[in-house]
Structure formats: structure tokens, C-alpha cells
């Protein structure tokens, strides 16, 4: 019985590192070449395993793709964490967040728009995983237009420093974009 037990083990090591591969190999090819020209066969030959592996794991090209962009790192924790500490100059925190978040994994809503995926599915994944959330750490009226603000800030910076890569704010370092960026996003943190 113990056999069959590690076997298990084995199996599901071996499948958690294959899916993984997977991941890695999705994340590389949909930000290099987007959505539409990316195909099943081409992340399996990158991840080397079977092309029916990524349907056991994800279903479909579409399923892949919205795992893909969770990315190693879900924003959802690390905002939770920046808010912990209350409102009072939180602005600071979720721009260096968010820069380093980018840094790290290079992944998220800008490959979504590189994608040619539609705009709904953009739409989508922004307001799940970071927008719905900061609302519900706002108080006062117009949380909702609030975040959706201060999301619209920070995806402005993103498309500025990694998908443009306009000089100034792609050079800049973390703590200038932070010095420039807090003071516009902090009086929409606070209640009015």
C-alpha cells in the first residue's frame, strides 16, 4: 500500500512540475507572439509534453491564457497585504507594488492587450483581480469610479514604462515613479 502511495506522490510531483512547464512556457509565448498566433502544439513542444496535457490541465487555449496571466504572483494577495496597514499613505505602497510586481513577472492585464483578446476579457480580469478588491478597502461615496481611477493611473504607468517604453518613466527608478504617482493616487484612498 505504501508503494502505491509514493507512487502518487510521484505522479502528482511529476504533474505539478509539467504544469508548471506549461505555465512557463504559455506566459513566454503569449507575451512574445499573442494570443491568436500562439498555439496549443507550440507551448507543449516549448514545455515538452503532449499537447493533450494542457487540455487535462486547463481545458482549452482560452483556459490556459487566463492562467497564464494569474502569473506566479496573484495582485490579489500582495494588495490585501499593502492595505493591511490602513489607507493613511497606502499610495506609496501599491505603486511600489505594482512596480515590482511588473518587474518580477512581466505578465498581466498589458499582455491581455497585446493579446487581441477583446476588450470584455481585459475588462474582466483588471476588475476581478485588482480593481473589486481595492473598492472594498475605500470608504465613502464613489468607491467603485475610485478604483477604477486609481487602476487607470497605474495601468497609464504600466503601458507607459513596459509596453511603450517611453524614456522617462521606463528609465526612471521605482522610488521616483513612487514620488511622482503617490500624490496623485492617495486623495483618491482617502474618503472625500
Known amino acids: 500500500m505504501s508503494e502505491s502511495g509514493a507512487g502518487r506522490r510521484g505522479r502528482w510531483r511529476s504533474g505539478e ?44 487555449k482560452d483556459k490556459l491564457f487566463a492562467a497564464a496571466l494569474e502569473g506566479p504572483v496573484s495582485p490579489r494577495g500582495p494588495l490585501d497585504d499593502l492595505l493591511a496597514e490602513g489607507l493613511d499613505g497606502a499610495a506609496a505602497r501599491i505603486v511600489r507594488g505594482f512596480l515590482a510586481a511588473f518587474d518580477e513577472a512581466g505578465m498581466g492585464p498589458l499582455a491581455l492587450l497585446r493579446s487581441g483578446q477583446p476588450p470584455e476579457m481585459v475588462r474582466e480580469y483588471v476588475e476581478r483581480e485588482f480593481t473589486t478588491r481595492l473598492a472594498s478597502h475605500l470608504q465613502g461615496p464613489d468607491t467603485a469610479l475610485r478604483a477604477q481611477l486609481i ?3 497605474l495601468l497609464g504607468l504600466a503601458l507607459a514604462r513596459y509596453g511603450l517604453r517611453l524614456p522617462g518613466p521606463a528609465t526612471a527608478s521605482p522610488e521616483d515613479l513612487v514620488t511622482w504617482y503617490a ?6 484612498l482617502d474618503t472625500p
Open 17 to 60: 512540475e509539467s504544469r508548471r512547464r506549461i505555465l512557463d512556457a504559455a506566459r513566454a509565448r503569449f507575451t512574445s507572439h499573442g494570443y491568436d498566433i500562439v498555439t496549443v502544439r507550440s507551448i507543449a513542444a516549448d514545455a515538452g509534453v503532449d499537447p493533450a496535457m494542457i487540455h487535462y490541465f486547463f481545458g482549452s
Open 151 to 153: 487602476t487607470a493611473q
Open 183 to 188: 500624490p496623485l493616487i492617495q486623495p483618491l
